[in-house]
C-alpha cells in the first residue's frame, strides 16, 4: 500500500471539497430514515459481532458496545 | 433557476429543516421513545455453533435534542468449534486435564451423576479424516450498553457510552467518548471518538501456559486480562442532494492476554502425529502430542472505513462501502458492502445485500508445527522454538461472501417489522503446508471453512 | 390588532397567570406565563422584550443603523453579514424556493405603487411594470456570508422577522423557565403547556368578517400564525385587492382567502404556510390539505 497516504489525501480533499455547499431545501432526500449511515442500529451491531467473532477485522463504523469472548 | 410550476409539491419536511437552520438547530427535535426490539437466529453448517440472540433497545430522545439510549442483549450460543488440531488420516483422542480431574474424582466419590455429566467432557473423538471439533461448547453472554447524546453550544455535540458484558468465563468493561462538530452549514461533520475496553477471562480450566502440552496441565494462572484502546476520527460530508459520505480512521491498540485457552495445535513428525510423551494412559488410549496456542501480548490495528450512501429516485437507495484493514500481526483485510434499499410502493421496502470479505494471515499462523523445526522433545521435557504460533482459522488466510435479503414493512405510524436472511460462506485462501506422501497429514484439509446462514427479525416503534 | 396608544411595558397579576406587554415590530406584543411570582414575571418579561426588540432593531428596514440598511444602500456592491443576518438569508432563499418565486423579500418596492388604505386607487400598469425588473431573488448574489444586491432592488424581512422573533423569545424563556407559556405578537404567536390546571392555552383568532364569533383554539405546544387582510386592502368596482401581492405580476394574488390560520411546531413554520397558503390564491385550501396541516380559511 504505497500509495496510501496519496490514496487517503484524495479522498480526505474530495469529502471537504463537499462538490457543491448543500442548500438546506435540499437535503429533503437524505433527512429521510432509510438514509442515515446506519439505518438499523440493531442489525448492524448484530453483524458486527458475528463478523468479529468469525473474522480478524472489526469495526470501520465506530466502536462496538462490548468486548465478547469470541475472538 | 426558477422552477416550472409543480403540482402542489410537498414542503412541510423542507420547511422543518430550513426552519431549524435559522433558529440555530442542527436538526428538527422530536422528543418521544424509541424501542426496537431484534433476534437473531444464527447457525453454522456441519453442526458447528448455533446461536440465538434476542435484544432490546430503548431511547428517549428529549427537546433539546438530547438523548438517552440503553441496550440489553442475551446471547446463548452451542455447538461445536475447531479446537485448532490438524485433520489427519487417524482418528484423534482429545483429552482434557480438568475434564480427567474431574471424572476421576467422581469416580472416587462414586457419584453417577457427576461422571454422566463430565464423561464426556473427559475426552472426545474425532474420526480419521475429520475436522477435529471440541463440541462441549456452550456459554450464556449478557451484554448491557448505554449512550448519552448530548448537543453543545457552537455545533458541538457530545456522546458518552459504557458497556458492560458478562459470559461464564469472560467478563468485559467499557467506556467510550466522542465529540463531533458542525461546520458548512450543517453539510460538513467532523467527529472524534475514543473507547477504552478491559476484558478479564477466566476459562473454567484455568489460563493454561502457552506452547505446553495440552495433558500437562501447566497452569499460567486462573484469570487474566487484556486492554483495549480504539481511537477513532470521522468526517461526514453531505456531497450533493442525493449523496452523503464518511470517512473514518481508526487506530486500536490490545494489550494483554491474547490467546484462546481452548485451542491448540497438532505438533508432527515428517506429516506424523506423535504421542504426547506426558500420556498419563487414560483407559488406554493413544493421546497425541498438541501444545496450547500463543499469540502476541500486543496487537495494533488501522482502518479505513469509507461509506456511501445514495439517494436513487425518490424513495430508493443504494450503500457502499469499503474497509481496510492492518495490523501488525501481519493480517490485511478488505471489506466490501453493497446493499441496495428498494421501496415497494410505500407499503415495504426490500433490501437486497452482498458483502465480499478477504484477510491475509497472521504471520504466526499455522496449521500445524513440525518437530526438529518448531518444536524439540526430550524425553518428557517439551521445548518450543518458535515463541507464537496459532491454528485458529479466524487468523488464517481466507475470502468470504455473504449473500443477504431484508425485508421491511412499516405499519401503524411508526411501528416497521423486519425479517432478514444472510447466507455466510468462506473459501480458504491459505498455503498448503505440505507434509511427506503417505504421513497422516498428507493430502488433508487445513483450514475449516466456515458456512452459517442467520435469520434477524426486528420489530421497532416509536412514539 | 390594538392600535391604541400602549406604554412601554406593563405587567399584570391574574388569578393564575401573569401578563407582560409591550410595543415591538408594529404591534402590541404580549407573553403569558403560569405563574404568580411576579418577581420571576418581570425578569421573564424584560428578557423578552429585550430580544424582542434586537430583532426588530437587527431587521427592521425603518432604521438607518443596521445591516438591513447596509444592504439596502450597498450600490451593488458585496456586504459581508453576520451569522444570524446570514441565517436569515439563507431562510429566506429556501422560501423563495420552496414557493416556486411567490415569496421573494425583493418585492417589498412594489408599495412604492401600491398603497392599501381601503380607497380605491389602483395602481397603473405601467407604474407596477416600472418595478418588476427590481424584484427577483434570482438577480441577488448570496454566497453566505456575502451578499451582492443589485442598484435598485432592496430586501425586506418583514414577512419573516416576526414569527422568527416570537420563536426566538420563546426559545430563549424556555431555556431560564419550565412553565406553561404563551408568546403572543400580534397574532403570531408560540405556546407550551398544558397550563397548571392541565388545559391547553385558549387562543382566540380575530375574524376578518364583522359578525363573525372569535374562534378559540385549543394550543397546548406549538405555533400559531394567521395571514389576512382584514384592514388592508383596495376596493375599486366591486372588486376587492388583497394586499398579498404576487412578486411575478406584480399584482395581487388572485382569490386568495380573506384570511388563513396555521398551527405548526413553530411560529415560523405556522408562519411561513399561511403566507405561502394566501400566495396561492385560490388554491390555498388545497396546497395546506396537500401539507397535511391543521389550518382554518376564511372566504
Not at chain 2, 314 to 333: H, Q, V
Not at chain 2, 397 to 402: G, K, N, V, W
Not at chain 2, 409 to 429: A, G, I, N, R, W
Not at chain 3, 169 to 195: M, T, Y
Request: a negative charge; aromatic letters at 10%.
Amino acid at each position: 500500500m504505497k500509495f496510501a497516504p496519496f490514496i487517503i489525501a484524495t479522498l480526505v480533499a474530495l469529502m471537504l471539497s463537499g462538490c457543491a455547499n448543500v442548500k438546506p431545501w435540499h437535503r429533503d432526500l437524505l433527512a429521510k430514515d432509510h438514509m442515515a449511515l446506519d439505518s438499523d442500529p440493531l442489525q448492524s451491531a448484530f453483524n458486527d459481532h458475528i463478523y468479529f467473532s468469525k473474522e480478524a477485522s472489526s469495526g470501520g463504523r465506530g466502536f462496538g458496545g462490548g468486548g465478547c469472548g469470541c475472538n | 433557476m426558477m422552477k416550472t410550476m409543480s403540482n402542489k409539491p410537498y414542503i412541510s419536511a423542507s420547511l422543518a429543516l430550513a426552519t431549524s437552520a435559522l433558529l440555530g438547530h442542527s436538526a428538527a427535535a422530536e422528543e418521544g421513545w424509541q424501542v426496537d426490539s431484534g433476534l437473531l437466529i444464527y447457525n453454522e453448517a456441519d453442526g458447528r455453533v448455533q446461536a440465538v440472540e434476542p435484544v432490546i433497545a430503548v431511547t428517549r430522545n428529549f427537546e433539546d435534542e438530547s438523548s438517552i439510549s440503553t441496550r440489553l442483549t442475551l446471547d446463548t450460543l452451542s455447538g461445536a468449534s475447531p479446537n485448532g488440531a490438524a485433520v489427519a488420516a487417524v482418528p484423534q483422542t482429545f483429552t482434557s486435564a480438568s475434564g480427567i480431574a474431574r471424572l476421576e474424582q467422581a469416580e472416587d466419590d462414586d457419584d453417577d451423576h457427576e461422571i454422566e455429566e463430565y464423561g464426556d467432557r473427559a475426552y472426545y473423538v474425532t474420526p480419521a479424516g475429520d475436522t477435529p471439533y471440541d463440541e462441549n461448547f456452550e456459554d450464556n453472554r449478557t451484554t448491557a450498553s448505554v449512550s448519552w447524546l448530548r448537543p453543545l453550544n457552537n455545533g458541538f455535540k457530545l456522546n458518552l457510552g459504557g458497556a458492560y458484558s458478562t459470559e461464564g468465563d469472560f467478563t468485559s468493561l467499557s467506556v467510550n467518548a466522542a465529540i463531533s462538530k458542525d461546520l458548512a452549514q450543517n453539510n460538513t461533520t467532523l467527529s472524534l471518538g475514543m473507547n477504552l475496553e478491559f476484558d478479564e477471562i477466566a476459562p473454567d480450566t484455568g489460563i493454561p501456559e502457552p506452547m505446553t502440552s495440552i495433558i500437562a496441565a501447566e497452569s499460567a494462572g486462573s484469570t487474566d486480562t487484556k486492554q483495549v484502546t480504539d481511537v477513532v476520527f470521522g468526517i461526514t460530508q453531505v456531497m450533493t442532494r442525493r449523496w452523503v459520505s464518511q470517512l473514518n480512521f481508526s487506530v486500536s491498540q490490545s494489550t494483554g492476554h491474547h490467546d484462546d485457552p481452548y485451542k491448540f495445535l497438532t505438533v508432527a513428525d515428517q506429516g506424523n502425529l506423535i504421542e504426547d510423551p506426558n500420556d498419563n494412559g487414560l483407559t488406554g488410549v493413544t493421546t497425541y502430542l498438541y501444545l496450547y496456542e500463543h499469540r502476541p501480548e500486543e496487537r495494533q490495528k488501522m482502518s479505513i472505513y469509507w461509506q456511501n450512501k445514495v439517494a436513487i429516485y425518490a424513495n430508493d437507495a443504494i450503500d457502499i462501502s469499503y474497509r481496510y484493514m492492518t495490523d501488525d500481526w501481519g493480517i490485511d483485510s478488505n471489506t466490501l458492502d453493497l446493499t441496495y434499499h428498494l421501496n415497494v410502493r410505500g407499503l415495504f421496502y426490500l433490501e437486497p445485500h452482498y458483502r465480499f470479505y478477504e484477510q491475509s494471515a497472521a504471520d504466526f499462523y499455522t496449521p500445524y508445527l513440525e518437530l526438529g523445526t518448531d518444536v524439540v522433545t526430550a524425553g518428557t521435557s517439551i521445548t518450543s522454538l518458535t515463541e507464537f504460533a496459532s491454528a485458529d482459522p479466524r487468523l488464517g488466510a481466507f475470502s468470504a461472501d455473504t449473500y443477504g435479503l431484508k425485508i421491511g414493512v412499516p405499519f401503524m405510524d411508526h411501528h416497521e417489522v423486519s425479517l432478514s436472511y444472510e447466507t455466510y460462506s468462506q473459501t480458504d485462501k491459505n498455503e498448503y503446508k505440505s507434509a511427506p506422501a503417505g504421513s497422516d497429514l498428507d493430502g488433508q484439509d487445513q483450514f475449516a471453512e466456515l458456512s452459517a446462514n442467520w435469520l434477524q427479525l426486528g420489530y421497532s416503534v416509536r412514539w | 390588532m390594538v392600535t391604541t396608544m400602549t406604554p412601554e411595558f406593563q405587567l399584570t397579576l391574574h388569578a393564575n397567570h401573569c401578563r407582560i406587554t409591550f410595543p415591538a415590530m408594529a404591534s402590541l406584543c404580549e407573553v403569558l406565563l403560569d405563574t404568580t411570582d411576579t418577581q420571576l414575571a418581570l425578569t421573564l418579561g424584560e428578557l423578552a422584550r429585550d430580544e424582542a426588540q434586537r430583532i426588530e432593531q437587527k431587521f427592521s428596514r425603518y432604521r438607518d443603523d443596521n445591516a438591513v440598511w447596509a444592504i439596502n444602500h450597498s450600490h451593488g456592491k458585496p456586504v459581508t453579514v453576520d451569522e444570524e443576518t446570514a441565517a436569515m438569508m439563507g431562510f429566506a432563499e429556501t422560501l423563495w424556493h420552496l414557493s416556486e418565486g411567490r415569496f421573494d423579500v425583493t418585492s417589498g418596492v412594489l408599495r412604492r405603487a401600491w398603497r392599501f388604505d381601503g380607497s380605491d386607487n389602483v395602481p397603473d400598469e405601467r407604474d407596477i411594470r416600472a418595478l418588476l425588473p427590481l424584484i427577483g431573488w434570482q438577480q441577488v448574489i448570496w454566497q453566505s456570508p456575502q451578499v451582492t444586491l443589485p442598484e435598485g432592488m432592496e430586501i425586506d424581512f418583514g414577512g419573516i422577522g416576526k414569527e422568527y422573533a416570537v420563536d426566538k423569545v420563546f426559545e430563549q424563556l424556555r431555556q431560564r423557565w419550565n412553565g406553561a407559556l404563551l408568546v403572543n405578537f400580534g397574532g403570531d404567536l408560540r405556546a407550551h403547556g398544558p397550563r397548571g390546571d392541565g388545559q391547553p392555552w385558549q387562543v382566540g383568532v380575530e375574524q376578518v368578517i364583522a359578525d363573525q364569533p372569535t374562534k378559540v383554539i385549543s394550543l397546548t405546544e406549538g405555533g400559531l400564525a394567521t395571514s389576512g387582510d382584514a384592514r388592508r386592502f383596495l376596493l375599486k368596482d366591486g372588486v376587492r385587492y388583497s394586499h398579498i401581492l404576487d412578486p411575478r405580476s406584480g399584482w395581487p394574488v388572485a382569490d386568495a382567502p380573506r384570511s388563513v390560520t396555521t398551527i405548526a411546531p413553530t411560529c415560523l413554520q405556522a408562519g411561513m404556510l399561511s403566507s405561502l397558503a394566501m400566495l396561492m390564491g385560490s388554491d390555498a385550501e388545497a396546497y395546506l390539505d396537500h401539507q397535511k396541516v391543521r389550518y382554518w380559511s376564511l372566504r
